[in-house]
């Protein structure tokens, strides 16, 4: 047996006419004699922000504890299952999100300083936030991945207009911010994300879509010699990884199909693009399976994901409830309100939960996938009834390569900036900062003594 | 109509220009004169002359912490009427902040006196909400954050104590533009003027007080303990004006710092005072105060310094110290919390959470 010393490279890609498939880390990537050591080296590190609107039920979320994690409190019992692998913090406070003599709007502003740290201009024309802290490290990390960054959502895209009290939607609909002006609007269409992770950048036209669609072709088929070339150069694991990887691929590709026909059927003018899940929990299968994908393919490791935008009045008919997202959080202590809030805040944890399962089930090298991300979900708003900006709802799942000790839960001390863990998490992407936005300092993930 | 209307103004009262919001830091504890400070401050917030926006110790000592909580809820007083604007909703603890430079401060005979203190039916006579590091807030962003939210040049900071925490404080990345553009005034209550003995306030971090009369980038006026000996607070007060209330923090305090009968040196009232009712004091010609390595303090007249240091009006003494007692022995106004919703503290209390 000859042993070599070269490699696949880590950024090959499948092509085929209009498609470029990136691939999960496989045995070939790395030399047969340092497969052990790069292993543990390669596995590039993940940020994921996971944005829920409007504030939890803190009483339903804030376990009465602190350190290690044991019985999680109603909203969070769908992650009981990962509570080895999240590490909650309580205390952490957006300053920047208050009024601070800008009147109404928190729910613009806590979602225009959620990542960026600024307090945004209260405006609907000549938007101001900040550089958002992913897009910092996107910057940082340009150059090793194909996209710097991918801003994902489920909602509302609109750029402009009033969202609330006078703040743009600009600020309620976006999370990434490339530019003090620049927010980066998420991809709603799970469509539209396919198309950016495994197109090679040519845009179909809609006869040429069509027509594609009428030969029912798989976006595999067209990489199909490339995939064919690459198998005969695979040993027995890589080949199964790769199959495994292409038919997660494939499965997403049929549930947008599924979606599309039955979105068709259903109502052929519905205002939402023909991509686009009716059923909340779909769509948010189909964006974070898609974000899994670009991940084991390297394909970025800065995803911001707008679950829904902040202020919505969503209704939950998947769970039953009628009622807008935003009026029910105003529920003034009435108990069938808060009853339906907790119902909402339980349904997204359930969705985070089944993502989390899926990070867990995709290996990576010898690890799992969730070993090698810091992936935050949380709210602007703790107390979404009276708009509070303190003890906002953090989680970070996954321990980053290591870095950071799971399984726990830490309380700072109040008013703790939550920039302060951007700060923590900007240093362990690489990027070393003095400041960000309002911090402190860098967040210890270690325990107050 | 016009019944209607008027209903509506007292419903909905105008706001005018906010009063004064004032950033009290003070070795709480140590000794009575803080506490005394405080209770004037939450007086003159009663009758809406000042706004206590932020309260923290420089004490590292959640005893200190926890004293200055049981304050804040010993003096946030009833509910609004039902009714009335915000009728029903208690306004909730602030956070307190206290400094925590990584050693423990002393207990004191009036920490140990207010918070041990129980009732008839064995609770705590002035309940707190302190027991761990994390029931506090660190003092550094909340001092910062208080800021953030006042009106340009209607904010005074009150040190009474070391100046531990405000200079780190200015240490934070863009805060000395803040406290220039938002701070018109700070009010130190540590030293002695023009110089004399060195005061304990002092002594207990003199790189940061030398630092913060050096740098603190707004003017400032130094209040000294020959103030407060010339303007103490009066014991019979103690007995006779706070009387209103079955248990009274404050007076179990002074009690508990010396034996009674005695007049408290007090210049971090006098200093609170200062904030809100400035004619009952005179000041020096300007200058800079330099902190010597012993503790002492040394005023030096200058014409560009930025520092001043109060003096008595011995015309105004009588009149000072009726305030102090007028002041830091009133009752609890009612005070409305938040944006008139209920909390979800309160809705913890009263709700139970429902079942799955």
């Not at chain 1, 052990?36 to 596995?43: E, H, I, T």
């Not at chain 1, 799992?368 to 953090?394: C, F, I, K, Q, W």
């Not at chain 2, 007249?301 to 015309?315: F, I, Q």
Request: glycine share 8%; proline share 7%.
């Amino acid at each position: 047996m000859t042993i070599t010393r070269k490699a696949l490279h880590r950024r090959s890609f499948l092509r085929g006419m209009g498609a470029a498939i990136g691939l999960p880390l496989l045995d070939a990537m790395v030399p047969a004699l340092a497969i052990g050591q790069a292993r543990a080296v390669k596995a590039p590190l993940r940020m994921v922000f996971a944005y829920v609107p409007n504030g939890i039920i803190m009483n339903q979320w804030n376990p009465d504890y602190e350190g290690k994690l044991g019985e999680l409190p109603r909203v969070l019992k769908p992650m009981e299952p990962h509570r080895d692998d999240i590490l909650m913090l309580g205390n952490l406070t957006h300053n920047t999100g208050r009024a601070l003599l800008d009147g109404a709007g928190d729910h613009g502003r806590c979602s225009g300083s959620y990542l960026t740290g600024i307090q945004v201009k209260k405006t609907t024309v000549d938007i101001k936030a900040g550089v958002s802290c992913d897009q910092i490290v996107a910057k940082h990390l340009a150059d090793q991945t194909r996209f710097p960054s991918l801003e994902v959502g489920m909602e509302d895209a609109r750029q402009a207009g009033d969202c609330d009290s006078g703040y743009s939607c600009a600020y309620t609909n976006n999370l990434s911010w490339k530019s003090e002006t620049q927010p980066l609007p998420p991809i709603l269409d799970p469509r539209a994300l396919f198309e950016r992770l495994f197109g090679n950048g040519v845009i179909l036209s809609p006869e040429a879509r069509a027509r594609e669609a009428d030969y029912r072709r798989s976006i595999l088929d067209f990489v199909g010699e490339d995939t064919r070339r690459l198998e005969a150069t695979l040993g027995p694991t890589d080949r199964r990884k790769l199959d495994e990887y292409l038919t997660s691929i494939r499965e997403v590709e049929r549930q947008i199909e599924r979606t599309e026909n039955t979105n068709a059927q259903i109502d052929p003018h519905m205002e939402k693009p023909y991509g686009i899940p009716a059923d909340f929990a779909e769509h948010f299968k189909l964006m974070t399976d898609m974000i899994t994908i670009a991940f084991q393919a390297d394909l970025t490791r800065v995803v911001t994901f707008l679950i829904t935008r902040e202020g919505t009045s969503r209704p939950y008919r998947e769970i039953g409830i009628a009622d807008g997202h935003h009026p029910c959080t105003h529920h003034q202590g009435k108990p069938d309100l808060i009853e339906k809030v907790t119902q909402i805040n339980t349904y997204h944890a359930t969705q985070l939960a089944a993502w989390v399962d899926k990070l867990k089930c995709t290996p990576e090298g010898d690890n799992r996938l969730l070993d090698n991300m810091m992936l935050v979900y949380g709210a602007g708003l703790s107390d979404g009834n009276r708009h509070l900006h303190e003890d906002l709802p953090t989680l970070v799942v996954g321990n980053a390569a290591g870095s950071i000790k799971t399984g726990r839960r830490l309380v700072y001390r109040k008013e703790t900036p939550m920039c302060n863990l951007h700060l923590a998490m900007m240093d362990r992407m690489g990027v070393r900062m003095e400041h960000f936005g309002d911090a402190t300092g860098e967040l210890s993930f270690a325990e107050l003594t | 109509m016009l019944r209607w209307l008027s209903g509506l103004t007292m419903q909905f009262p105008s706001r005018g220009p906010q009063p004064v919001g004032i950033v009290f830091d003070s070795d709480l504890g140590d000794g009575v004169d803080g506490a005394l400070a405080l209770a004037l401050v939450y007086g003159l917030e009663g009758k809406n002359e000042a706004r206590l926006i932020s309260t923290s110790t420089t004490k590292s000592n959640l005893k200190s912490a926890a004293f200055g909580d049981a304050l804040a809820r010993f003096f946030a007083g009833p509910p609004p009427a039902a009714g009335s604007f915000g009728g029903g909703f208690q306004r909730t603890a602030p956070p307190m902040g206290m400094a925590d430079n990584g050693k423990l401060d002393a207990d004191t005979p009036v920490l140990n006196a207010v918070l041990d203190k129980k009732t008839d039916d064995g609770k705590p006579a002035y309940p707190n909400g302190i027991v761990k590091l994390n029931d506090t807030a660190d003092p550094i962003a909340l001092i910062r954050n208080a800021m953030t939210a006042q009106v340009d040049q209607n904010c005074i900071v009150l040190l009474a104590g070391p100046a531990t925490n405000l200079v780190k404080v200015m240490d934070l990345a863009g805060t000395l533009d803040l406290i220039q553009r938002k701070v018109k005034l700070l009010i130190v209550a540590a030293g002695s003027y023009p110089e004399g003995t060195a005061d304990p306030r002092v002594k207990a971090d003199v790189p940061a007080a030398r630092r913060l009369f050096a740098e603190w980038p707004t003017p400032i006026v130094a209040v000294g303990t020959e103030v407060g000996e010339a303007l103490p607070f009066p014991g019979a007060a103690i007995e006779k004006d706070f009387a209103w209330a079955p248990a009274h923090p404050i007076v179990d305090a002074y009690r508990a710092n010396r034996t009674m009968p005695y007049d408290a040196a007090a210049p971090s009232v006098a200093a609170a005072l200062y904030a809100a009712r400035p004619d009952g004091f005179k000041l020096s010609a300007v200058g800079a105060i330099a902190v010597l390595d012993d503790g002492r303090t040394r005023f030096t007249p200058k014409a560009d310094g930025h520092s001043r240091y109060l003096t008595v009006d011995p015309d105004q003494k009588d009149k000072v110290i009726a305030s102090y007692v007028e002041l830091a022995s009133a009752k609890p106004t009612p005070r409305q919390g938040g944006r008139g919703r209920p909390n979800q503290n309160n809705q913890k209390q009263d709700v139970p959470p429902p079942k799955p």
